[in-house]
């Protein structure tokens, strides 16, 4: 045989398993996604049994349940599918395939294995729960004592007209049913108190808090193992300086009718009318979602101070670092081996804006300081503390030399903190040079 014989023999082969192998493929991706189009229409007729049971008129002459599914408004579909049984995997994992290319399959394995207690559903509430449900959290408790009002429609996640003087936790509940036939959630039209809390927490992994008590319900929390009191508290806050806006008068027919306290719902409720631009309880109730999936799967968000850019922050902090800098040295120095950009690398990025020590509070007067003094300054040997701390630290250190004195001063647990953010440093380094 001619080699130019026996080349077209081996294109023909070639040409022939390729053809096979896309033959083969295309078989394999036909019957998947007839598989898929079979369970719906399963799913289409068990709804649709579902319907004529319960004596439900049809609106079409056909026999056919998939034309009559599909006629039907989305809110009555959702409620028709959350009455057919179990919600297949596969259509779970679907609905939720942006989440999972996010997270992975152990992030998300570990958020729908959580569970969330929301303590007040009204404009931060509401969207945290939306968020929580949408995003695969499988547990969820609503508490709040409150009712729906026609105010509350310029910033609530669900309510509508039709919801006006019914439960906000009702009114949530519904909205959730109808996006995730899966989750457990329960409504608790109920304030909590510090008595009998315990039975509105107990068994759940996060609270979200949004109510006037929130000093006795940290504190259950914290006496209880659950997430919200550890090395401080999350909050979601403003760092802006509040404007003239102000509470608005209680209408004077208001005060004619007797004592204003008495119109409260609770003793420690006080009366207000608070001006609220809609969108901002939504942007609160979001940044609050986002936290917990994070930290749910196992992937915090590094830095969720909302206080960069902090310029005279971090020219006095370079003042003091100077400062102290000249003292070791014994002399005037025109500079330091970092800069004031090193400074916020430091103190926001590799300490998230806090002390190095328990219980790793934000400083008063934070202050960067050498960890080991036997070293030269960088930023993986820099640390943050208070004024106060980082002077004890500073005089401790000097009079030592040693490269222990750090670990002698504050324990072991707080150089293995210091040689973390070193790691983050050098990993820094790295990727801008």
Not at 400 to 424: C, F, H, N, P, Y
Request: net charge neutral.
């Amino acid at each position: 045989m001619s080699s130019l014989t026996l080349h077209s023999h081996r294109a023909q082969l070639v040409a022939t398993a390729v053809v096979a192998s896309l033959s083969t493929a295309g078989i394999i991706y036909a019957w998947s996604a007839h598989s898929r189009r079979q369970r719906r229409r399963d799913l289409d007729r068990e709804i649709y049994r579902s319907i004529t049971e319960n004596g439900t008129s049809r609106t079409h002459d056909t026999d056919s349940p998939d034309i009559y599914l599909h006629s039907l408004p989305e809110e009555v579909k959702a409620s028709k599918i959350q009455e057919a049984g179990e919600y297949d995997e596969e259509l779970i994992r679907e609905q939720l395939a942006r989440n999972y290319a996010f997270f992975g399959d152990e992030g998300m394995q570990k958020i729908r294995g959580s569970s969330v207690v929301v303590v007040g559903c009204g404009g931060v509430g509401s969207w945290a729960a939306v968020m929580l449900v949408r995003s695969g959290v499988s547990k969820i408790r609503l508490v709040d004592f409150d009712y729906v009002t026609l105010s509350s429609l310029n910033r609530h996640a669900t309510a509508t007209l039709s919801d006006v003087g019914t439960p906000k936790v009702k009114c949530v509940e519904r909205f959730l049913k109808k996006i995730s036939k899966w989750s457990d959630i329960d409504a608790c039209v109920n304030i909590w108190r510090k008595e009998e809390g315990g039975d509105l927490l107990d068994g759940y992994d996060w609270v979200v808090d949004n109510i006037q008590t929130k000093v006795d319900l940290l504190k259950y929390c914290h006496a209880n193992n659950i997430k919200g009191v550890t090395s401080g508290i999350p909050v979601v806050y403003s760092t802006e300086v509040p404007g003239d806006v102000k509470l608005l008068p209680l209408p004077e027919e208001e005060f004619q009718k007797g004592p204003v306290k008495e119109l409260n719902a609770f003793d420690d409720f006080r009366v207000r009318i608070l001006p609220v631009l809609g969108p901002l309880p939504a942007i609160f109730g979001l940044n609050i979602a986002s936290y917990i999936l994070c930290e749910m799967a196992g992937k915090p968000i590094s830095n969720p101070l909302p206080i960069k850019n902090r310029k005279k922050l971090y020219e006095r902090i370079y003042r003091d670092l100077l400062r102290r800098e000249e003292k070791i040295a014994g002399e005037q120095l025109n500079r330091l081996p970092i800069d004031e950009d090193d400074v916020a690398l430091v103190f926001e990025d590799l300490y998230r804006g806090r002390s190095l020590l328990p219980p790793h509070d934000v400083p008063t007067r934070p202050t960067l300081v050498r960890w080991d003094f036997t070293q030269p300054l960088s930023i993986e040997n820099c640390i943050v503390l208070e004024y106060k701390d980082a002077e004890k630290h500073a005089e401790t250190c000097l009079a030592s030399r040693s490269t222990s004195a750090g670990r002698d001063l504050w324990g072991k647990e707080i150089e293995e903190i210091v040689q973390r953010r070193a790691a983050e440093a050098r990993k820094v380094k790295q990727w801008v040079m």
